[in-house]
């Protein structure tokens, strides 16, 4: 059993597909499972994840219907923790190593919410957003 599954819907995501999940295979922390749940693609999203041979990715085909197949992956995951991710995301290469090692010291936490940073399609910086920015929000 994998420690986190990387939960990761996608709908005609060819254009930012290979970037995504590229950062999720250079992540520093190696035991985690990419499931990710097509939800009905009709670009060739599908025929860019296919070309991956990693053994830690799962690809899964369905109609589209988003929250069905999104539900459908949460009970289809095999970690212990459950990271989202969209697939056209670009995680840094020690999110996961942070993020797990965070909730294994807190385990009174159910839910962590991380920095973003917005880029355009050039991959230039246009928004940093920190969530949550206090408790009350």
């Given at each position: 059993?994998?420690?986190?599954?990387?939960?990761?819907?996608?709908?005609?995501?060819?254009?930012?597909?290979?970037?995504?999940?590229?950062?999720?295979?250079?992540?520093?922390?190696?035991?985690?499972?990419?499931?990710?749940?097509?939800?009905?693609?009709?670009?060739?999203?599908?025929?860019?994840?296919?070309?991956?041979?990693?053994?830690?990715?799962?690809?899964?085909?369905?109609?589209?219907?988003?929250?069905?197949?999104?539900?459908?992956?949460?009970?289809?995951?095999?970690?212990?923790?459950?990271?989202?991710?969209?697939?056209?995301?670009?995680?840094?290469?020690?999110?996961?190593?942070?993020?797990?090692?965070?909730?294994?010291?807190?385990?009174?936490?159910?839910?962590?919410?991380?920095?973003?940073?917005?880029?355009?399609?050039?991959?230039?910086?246009?928004?940093?957003k920190k969530m949550p920015i206090t408790h009350e929000e």
């Amino acid at each position: 059993m994998p420690e986190i599954t990387i939960l990761m819907p996608v709908r005609n995501g060819e254009k930012y597909i290979k970037e995504s999940i590229d950062s999720i295979l250079k992540q520093t922390f190696t035991d985690f499972e990419l499931l990710i749940m097509d939800d009905g693609s009709t670009d060739r999203t599908v025929e860019r994840i296919e070309r991956y041979t990693d053994e830690r990715i799962r690809l899964i085909r369905r109609k589209h219907n988003f929250i069905r197949n999104l539900n459908e992956g949460l009970e289809l995951a095999l970690g212990a923790y459950i990271a989202r991710m969209d697939a056209d995301d670009i995680s840094m290469p020690e999110r996961f190593v942070k993020q797990i090692a965070f909730m294994n010291s807190h385990p009174d936490i159910d839910c962590l919410g991380t920095w973003a940073i917005e880029i355009d399609d050039d991959g230039k910086e246009y928004f940093r957003k920190k969530m949550p920015i206090t408790h009350e929000e």
